[in-house]
């Protein structure tokens, strides 16, 4: 079964400039999550989708970064401006339906460094 | 802070050796999960404890978990050089969203 897979696996851009990032999910898992993990940190959720639906964005900074899952399969996610802050790896992960019993299966990480 | 406190940050021991790392948390709990994380594999699910369980058991892992005192820990016996990684703990906030803790980092020395 092949894994979650994430693309760029590296990006290095100077502030202010665009960048997304490409999720492609394990086939059949309807949860897709994107979390933000600063160096030396846990990952933090930054916002799940249900199928093509947003199931929580609470800690997306959404004046900066947008995702998207039009087809309920793959997704990428945007950060437009970018800041030094958000200097971090970004991972995406599925899971089966999205249930508090289930396991989150993770992609390699797509890591960012804004200059 | 919305993580967890895991402890210690980082442990250093010899191959053969026993790891043990602990995790605290401050809202009650469904079920509690442990993760790992090296730069090899990326981000792993080890083991998940419900809130009804004391104790499990997976291989070399041994998780338990005291609800009383919102705290777990993982024990990896004999380690190995491959147990080398960032081992996080992870609780479930809400209906689905995972809460990771900072995080120990294991080192096995040879």
């Known amino acids: 079964e092949a894994g979650v897979a994430q693309s760029p696996r590296y990006k290095i851009i100077e502030k202010r400039q665009s960048v997304a990032f490409w999720c492609n999910p394990i086939s059949g898992h309807a949860t897709l999550y994107w979390y933000q993990q600063i160096l030396g940190q846990g990952p933090k959720l930054l916002i799940q989708?249900?199928?093509?639906?947003?199931?929580?964005d609470s800690q997306l900074p959404k004046d900066r970064f947008s995702a998207e899952r039009l087809k309920g399969v793959d997704s990428t996610l945007k950060i437009q401006p970018a800041k030094l802050e958000d200097s971090a790896v970004y991972l995406c992960?599925?899971?089966?339906?999205?249930?508090?019993?289930?396991?989150?299966?993770f992609g390699p990480g797509t890591r960012l460094l804004v200059l | 802070s919305q993580q967890g406190e895991e402890d210690p940050q980082a442990l250093s021991i010899q191959e053969g050796e026993n790891a043990t790392m602990n995790c605290s948390y401050k809202t009650s709990i469904n079920n509690l999960q442990w993760y790992r994380q090296n730069s090899g594999r990326g981000l792993v699910h080890l083991i998940l404890?419900?809130?009804?369980?004391r104790e499990k058991h997976s291989g070399r892992l041994r998780v338990t978990l005291d609800t009383s005192k919102k705290s777990s820990s993982l024990l990896i016996t004999a380690s190995r050089a491959a147990d080398t990684a960032s081992y996080f703990c992870a609780r479930i906030q809400g209906a689905q969203k995972l809460v990771f803790g900072q995080g120990t980092r294991l080192t096995i020395n040879p």
């Open positions: 989708f249900q199928n093509n639906g947003v199931v929580d």
């Open positions: 404890i419900r809130s009804n369980e």
């Open positions: 992960a599925s899971s089966i339906l999205g249930g508090s019993q289930e396991t989150q299966y």
